[in-house]
């Protein structure tokens, strides 16, 4: 079946140095989004990313999407503690509407 | 506060038992999905409904069902209720099939003791 997996599955950082996690797909994805989930609450986009080697960028956060659109990732520089949550990555497999989600990165931030 | 409202917010029920959960959508959104997350997982694709209509269906087990009404909010059903069945049980809705925004309710956590 369509699977997406992401790792690493946790990560725990100091505050002030770098993520990034990495999503793969088995198969092609017509797009990708991110979603950020805080402890005990629920998933919020965070942003879509369409094109074959699409970049963007939210201040702190840059978001990828791979050439053979089957893989991205998302990375934070300088990380604060309100980064705190896991990341979901979520595509949307080529021909079909489902929405597969990543396992999820669990990201724990030191202050 | 996404828009998206379920209910209810907590369920605690036995094993064998019958529950359904309810979801209305972002005033406008025709698309509502369904994900459960078990504790510290991921979350698992369900199946989703556009405009009253079944469009997509994941893992959904035989023994759960959904269905959309006209006035766009949704229900599932979950029978014959199992221990691993526990989790947050989650709504999402869309303006679209797809592609677009999911916003999510708050969710609905089921325990089955």
């Known amino acids: 079946g369509q699977q997406v997996m992401q790792i690493p599955q946790y990560q725990h950082v100091q505050e002030g140095e770098d993520f990034t996690t990495y999503c793969n797909s088995s198969?092609?994805?017509?797009?990708i989004q991110w979603y950020k989930q805080r402890p005990g609450g629920h998933p919020v986009f965070l942003i879509q990313l369409v094109k074959s080697g699409e970049v963007k960028k939210q201040k702190r956060l840059t978001f990828q999407f791979g050439e053979a659109k089957k893989n991205s990732s998302l990375h934070i520089t300088a990380t604060q503690t309100t980064d705190v949550g896991t990341y979901f990555c979520?595509?949307?497999?080529?021909?079909?509407?489902?929405?597969?989600f990543g396992t999820g990165t669990r990201l724990k931030v030191l202050a | 506060d996404s828009g998206v409202t379920q209910t209810p917010k907590h369920l605690i029920t036995a094993t064998g038992q019958r529950v359904t959960l309810r979801c209305s959508p972002r005033s406008g959104d025709l698309s509502v999905y369904w994900y459960q997350q078990s504790l510290d997982q991921g979350l698992q694709f369900l199946i989703q409904?556009?405009?009253?209509?079944?469009?997509a269906k994941g893992n959904i087990l035989e023994r759960f069902s959904a269905q959309q009404f006209p006035d766009l909010h949704s229900e599932l059903n979950l029978s014959s209720l199992e221990l691993g069945d526990s989790a947050l049980y989650f709504c999402a809705s869309s303006v679209e099939g797809s592609p677009g925004e999911l916003f999510f309710g708050e969710g609905s956590r089921l325990t089955v003791l």
């Open positions: 198969t092609t994805l017509s797009n």
């Open positions: 979520a595509g949307i497999p080529s021909g079909t509407y489902k929405y597969i």
């Open positions: 409904y556009y405009n009253g209509e079944e469009r």
